[in-house]
Structure formats: C-alpha cells, structure tokens
C-alpha cells in the first residue's frame, strides 16, 4: 500500500505561484514514475507533469515553462512549483505514484492522492 498526501493548494491571483508538495508513505515501496494530474470542474483528469525515476520529465504543453516537477527522494516527496498562474489552471491537482507489482514485472498499480484544489482568481 501507497499513501500519497498531496498540500500546498489554495486561492491565488493570476500572475502568482503556489507550490504543491506530496508526501508518499507506505512500506517496502518504490515509485517507477511520479505525476501530477489535474482536473477541472466538469472536466476529465489530465497529466501536468511527470517524473521518471531516472530524473526526466514530461510536461503538458499548457504549462511548460510555468510549471517545474521535481523531486526529493530522500524524502518521498513531489514537488511542482507552479508560477505565472493562469484562471485557466483552477482545477483540483492529484499525485500519482506507478509502482511494480512485483520485481522484474510489467504490471504496475496507480496510486493516487485525495488532492488539492488550486483556485486562481482573475
């Protein structure tokens, strides 16, 4: 079992930042990947950004170069800086941990966070 425990949401104006962080908590455990999706209201869950285990990083067109994924994995926690708001970036923000069902096997589980909701105001 993956705990991840995603904070740091909250109202912001456009133009300014918040930095979400996700805490993954659990036993005997390794994330191959993690990600941050995002979902608006009445909308489906898209991916934001990710994170592989050997360091790279893939970001959706709308917020490259706004948004930073990184990663302290001493620490078991995802960051994702997000600066230069946009109205467009309200959503509830959800991390996501891919992990191996067992070692050497191509199967893997999703787990994800409770989220976080990131209003940005006009």
């Known amino acids: 079992q993956v705990q991840l425990v995603e904070s740091g949401g909250g109202l912001v104006q456009a133009g300014g930042s918040l930095r979400l962080s996700c805490e993954a908590t659990?036993?005997?455990?390794?994330?191959?990947?993690m990600a941050w999706y995002r979902q608006p209201p009445g909308h489906q869950r898209d991916l934001v950004a990710a994170?592989?285990?050997?360091?790279?990083?893939h970001y959706a067109d709308s917020v490259r170069r706004r948004f930073t994924i990184s990663r302290d994995n001493a620490k078991n926690t995802l960051y994702l800086q997000m600066n230069s708001l946009k109205p467009e970036d309200t959503a509830v923000y959800y991390c996501n941990c891919v992990t191996r069902n067992r070692a050497f096997s191509a199967e893997t589980t999703d787990w994800w966070g409770q989220g976080t909701q990131v209003t940005v105001s006009d």
């Open positions: 994170m592989a285990s050997g360091g790279g990083t």
């Open positions: 659990g036993s005997n455990f390794r994330c191959i990947s």
